[in-house]
């Protein structure tokens, strides 16, 4: 999957969509469809509601491509944040239909599993999004229960850069359980989800 683009390509897309050019609608489906549709599923559980939630995004980006400010962020994180939106509007509005019809659980468990599922959701996009050598030492000290000084050896860095490394990754991966409106955008989509 591609990262993020350069701010320049993304008021590019940007104009190409205001004039309502259907090539450009394809060429961002193409580089982000896998981002969308992974996070809706991340929230949702459920291939057939993240293809929902997948169309939806993509018609919302193509009716309202002013909405995206490059100021606040990249192409990539708008998009993300409207994922994040609508997969846990769905998630709430299914949930809450399944209470309605006498499902089992309360009110309050509903939205423990929406808060899970959007912490979860986040974290994901925040490893995917992190730069390799950040990611890279996150993998080998959590999958391969590397310490520092091996995750170092591994990487052919230094001991501090592996520290540093550990540490910028983790604090970034800790911002998946900040207590945000599970519904609402992010406050300047320019941070991880």
């Known amino acids: ?24 609608l394809g060429e961002l ?10 996070l809706a599923h991340r929230v949702l559980d459920d291939d057939a509601a993240a293809d929902r939630v997948t169309r939806e995004v993509f018609a919302h980006v193509w009716e309202n491509p002013e909405e995206y400010d490059p100021k606040k962020g990249s192409l990539r994180s708008w998009v993300a944040s409207l994922t994040h939106r609508y997969a846990v509007s769905r998630l709430r509005q299914t949930e809450t239909a399944a209470l309605a019809d006498g499902g089992q659980g309360t009110t309050e468990d509903m939205e423990q599993k929406v808060r899970r599922a959007s912490v979860a959701a986040r974290a994901d996009y925040i490893v995917t999004s992190m730069p390799a ?12 229960r590397r310490d520092y ?10 001991e501090d850069e592996a520290r540093r490394r550990l540490r910028l990754g983790l604090q970034l991966l800790s911002t998946a359980n900040e207590q945000r ?6 406050p300047g ?3 991880a989800l």
């Not at 050598?133 to 391969?144: G, I, K, M």
């Not at 000084?149 to 230094?158: F, N, S």
């Not at 409106?181 to 992010?186: C, D, S, T």
């Open 189 to 191: 989509y320019g941070s």
């Open 29 to 38: 489906y193409d580089r982000l469809a896998s981002l969308v549709h992974s």
């Open 181 to 186: 409106p599970a519904a609402a955008p992010p």
């Open 133 to 144: 050598p950040l990611r890279a030492a996150l993998e080998l000290a959590y999958f391969q």
């Open 1 to 24: 999957m591609a990262k993020d683009a350069p701010p320049r390509w993304d008021r590019k897309m940007q104009q190409r969509l205001a004039r309502g050019e259907a090539a450009a």
């Open 149 to 158: 000084r091996q995750t170092a050896a591994d990487l052919g860095v230094t």
